[in-house]
């Protein structure tokens, strides 16, 4: 039994404190909103983001952040370009364990990534990374999932996978975590791509034509970075992609679909892809690696072309080889 923290009682940070709650473990979750937290700690239930799964025994809901101070473990699930506010407005100096960073982006103005960004503001925590394919109402009812733990120090990967495995959640390890981040990270824009063929009514050769492309850009993005192409084709990459582009699940593909259908961009929810399509061109730039279904999708989002001429202009770009 350990004592774990999650901060960000989203989604996915509210299935993962499930996951490890059911295993046996104590585990705090804690949100911003006192208000949210009171009531779920009241009603048993994440009334925004899991109302029909109660939260199990050993899971305690929190808005004070002290009660953090003592974990063996703590995972970050704030969407990732809200990650440098909350380290920049919180006080982490009485939180000494690990911190395993799960959010799937780039951030925009920095092209920084989470772990990146992390090291900047917690130059004294080990640092490591969870991601790859699952969806968090799959995951908090425990269905089967095997996503990445990625970290630098193989000691430090070894305790976490051991002590955050369990029988429905296994945890394969990686020393790779800017490769698992990246490929986490560009598959939401993928995911919208792939949201608006499939919204288009374009087919679905087009959308797997879309996703092999895809994966082949942002591996030379993330080659390109130092990222290993056993992570980029692992569960954090090829595994993430799979499952984010071909699933109304996913939020990032359910907004290509939306935009692909009625022309319209969703709000409301969490969609890392759009933030992500303009943070990861810096880096193509940067690296000299071109992205055109990345710079597609970003000129889309700005309104700098619609559906019909992006599907024009990757059509009809210059023929090449495949590799
Ligand atoms: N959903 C999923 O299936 C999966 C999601 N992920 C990744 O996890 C990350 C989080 O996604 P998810 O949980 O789904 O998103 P949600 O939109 O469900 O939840 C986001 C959570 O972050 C909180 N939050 C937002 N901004 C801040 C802030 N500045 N300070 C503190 N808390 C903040 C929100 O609080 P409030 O409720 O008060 O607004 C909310 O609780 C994303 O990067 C996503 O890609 C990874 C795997 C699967
Ligand atoms: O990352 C996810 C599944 O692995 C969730 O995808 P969305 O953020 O598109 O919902």
């Known amino acids: 039994m350990n004592n774990i923290g999650v901060i960000g009682a989203g989604a996915f940070g509210t299935a993962m404190a499930y996951v490890f709650a059911n295993d046996g473990n104590h585990v705090t979750l804690w949100g911003r909103d006192q208000t949210k937290m009171d009531a779920m700690a009241q009603s048993g239930v994440n009334a925004d983001y899991l109302p029909?799964?109660?939260l199990p025994n050993g899971l305690l809901p929190t808005s004070d952040f002290t009660?953090?101070?003592?974990?063996?473990?703590?995972?970050?699930?704030?969407?990732?370009?809200?990650?440098r506010g909350l380290l920049?407005?919180?006080?982490f100096?009485?939180?000494?364990?690990?911190?395993?960073?799960?959010?799937?982006?780039?951030?925009?103005?920095?092209?920084?990534?989470?772990?990146?960004?992390?090291?900047?503001?917690?130059?004294?925590?080990?640092?490591?990374?969870?991601?790859?394919?699952?969806?968090?109402?799959?995951?908090?009812?425990g269905k089967p999932?095997?996503?990445?733990?990625?970290?630098?120090?193989?000691?430090?990967?070894e305790r976490l996978q051991e002590m955050l495995s369990t029988p429905s959640l296994r945890l394969y390890l990686s020393n790779d975590m800017r490769g698992a981040q990246l490929g986490g990270a560009l598959k939401n824009v993928l995911a919208i791509a792939c949201g608006i063929v499939a919204g288009s009514g374009l087919g679905q050769s087009a959308q797997a034509a879309l996703m092999t492309r895809g994966f082949a850009e942002t591996s030379r993005l993330g080659l390109a970075m130092g990222a290993k192409i056993e992570t980029l084709s692992g569960l954090s990459g090829f595994g993430d992609l799979v499952l984010t582009c071909t699933s109304k699940q996913s939020r990032n593909f359910s907004f290509g679909y939306t935009l692909g259908q009625t022309g319209a961009f969703s709000t409301g929810k969490t969609y890392e892809g759009v933030a992500t399509?303009?943070?990861?061109?810096k880096l193509a730039e940067q690296f000299n690696v071109e992205m055109p279904i990345a710079q597609t999708v970003a000129d889309i989002l700005d309104g700098q072309m619609d559906v019909p001429s992006a599907l024009t202009s990757l059509m009809s770009r210059p023929l090449k080889a495949e590799n």
């Open 52 to 54: 029909d799964l109660p």
């Open 67 to 83: 009660r953090l101070s003592d974990m063996d473990a703590i995972l970050m699930v704030v969407p990732a370009q809200q990650l």
């Open 88 to 91: 920049t407005q919180t006080n």
């Open 93 to 141: 100096d009485k939180i000494t364990c690990p911190i395993i960073f799960c959010a799937k982006g780039i951030e925009t103005d920095s092209g920084k990534l989470q772990t990146e960004i992390g090291a900047e503001r917690l130059p004294n925590h080990q640092l490591a990374v969870i991601t790859g394919p699952g969806f968090a109402g799959e995951i908090a009812s």
């Open 145 to 157: 999932t095997a996503l990445t733990i990625a970290a630098d120090d193989p000691t430090l990967g």
């Open 277 to 281: 399509a303009k943070a990861c061109l």
